[in-house]
């Protein structure tokens, strides 16, 4: 995390011809981002910068601020509280800046890996280095491909809207799994409940040999056993429009390298602006 210095005049209050230029036109862009540079310009009273929550519920203007450079904010979104209002506005005007001089290059990146659950209510960013696909069952809203490592099968990540109760499509989860010792896969895995825009979710970290359905449930129950894999799973108790799961399964050197991507991943849910 950037350490900052809460005052204002820790940051330059005169910029260049060009860089004056490159703002303004960044402020008519965008109302969020020209409050943003207000406050790092010092034309704003800090005190006026809205609180930001451990458990990332931010209240507007914040999360508007968030929304415009989501997903560059990723690394922000779970702040402590001893960072204080005016130091995590000043990180993420920071990090904003910061990524304008590659906002062309980063723009069709940011795009393809953007997606949305609850009917474009929230809105995701899939970590860097995936990519999107058609997904392979109709049931499935959004899949990404990740890269293999160890010359293994690559990663599937899967994104769909589904019923019945947490319990049940967890308990679901850990029967695909069987572990080599012949113990209980769900002694095995671990679960962790946050909250996250206004959203309840559950994640799950399993791993075993995997019953893989490469046909999908409807393709006769033809099952491959597939050893040494791992799952990470989100479920997304969304205000309105029900539940999402997202589905990130493979060889488990490959879930492993991007744990950290799957969590930045989850933990920056918005709301879509």
Request: hydrophobic share 40%; charged share 20%.
């Amino acid at each position: 995390m950037v350490a900052c210095d809460e005052s204002p005049r820790s940051f330059p209050t005169h910029f260049g011809v060009r860089e004056r230029k490159v703002r303004e036109k960044k402020r008519q862009d965008s109302p969020s981002l020209a409050g943003a540079l207000d406050f790092l310009e010092g034309r704003i009273d800090p005190t006026h910068v809205p609180p930001i929550h451990e458990e990332i519920e931010m209240t507007s203007p914040a999360r508007d601020f968030a929304c415009v450079c989501h997903p560059l904010l990723r690394g922000f979104q779970v702040v402590p509280a001893s960072i204080g209002r005016v130091g995590m506005a000043m990180a993420m005007v920071v990090t904003c800046l910061a990524g304008w001089g590659h906002a062309d290059e980063a723009g069709p990146d940011a795009a393809q890996l953007a997606f949305t659950i609850g009917d474009g209510g929230f809105s995701l960013s899939a970590p860097t280095g995936w990519t999107r696909v058609e997904p392979k069952s109709r049931i499935v809203e959004t899949e990404f491909a990740v890269p293999a490592e160890g010359g293994l099968e690559p990663g599937r990540m899967t994104v769909m809207g589904a019923g019945g109760s947490i319990e049940a499509n967890i308990e679901r989860w850990f029967g695909q799994f069987s572990q080599p010792d012949g113990s209980a896969t769900k002694d095995q895995a671990a679960l962790k409940k946050l909250s996250i825009a206004g959203c309840k979710v559950t994640v799950v970290d399993v791993s075993g040999t995997f019953r893989d359905m490469p046909g999908g449930p409807f393709a006769g129950g033809k099952t491959v056993e597939r050893p040494d894999y791992r799952m990470l799973a989100a479920i997304v108790e969304t205000p309105a429009q029900g539940n999402y799961f997202l589905k990130f399964y493979g060889p488990a050197v490959t879930v492993t390298k991007y744990v950290d991507g799957f969590q930045a991943m989850v933990e920056g849910l918005v709301p879509a602006s």
